[in-house]
């Protein structure tokens, strides 16, 4: 079980370093690709913005990718379940917000992680 769980934990952090990644420096090219119904006129305005908000998915994946590192059990266990916590609220959020997709893409990965960790 703690394998499946450290491979989910490892692919939503590696999507959120994708979401980084396009948010910080490819917002004009990938975004474009990612946020179809996003006016294409607003994209060279909202550079900023989206760099802002991209590096907070880079957090969100620095504190998945410590979990990794951590020794204590009890403490992994902890970090794990508040950044994937933080992971479903965001996605949640975003669903309600931005696009029902973001739900099945962000937080529906997050919250079956989250629930494999209190079900072992």
Known sequence: MQLIIN????LIALFHVY????EMF???T?????FTNFPKELFAQT????ANQGLYNGFL???????FFIGDPIWKTNVAIFFLSCVAV???YGAYSADR??????ALPALITLLLLFLR
């Open 7 to 10: 491979i989910l934990i490892g």
């Open 19 to 22: 979401i980084m990644w396009f």
């Open 26 to 28: 490819a917002w004009e």
């Open 90 to 92: 965001a996605g949640i």
């Open 101 to 106: 997709k973001i739900f099945f893409v962000q």
């Open 30 to 34: 990938r975004g474009r690709k990612v």
């Open 61 to 67: 994946a620095a504190g998945l990718i410590w979990t």
């Open 47 to 50: 550079k900023e913005l989206a």
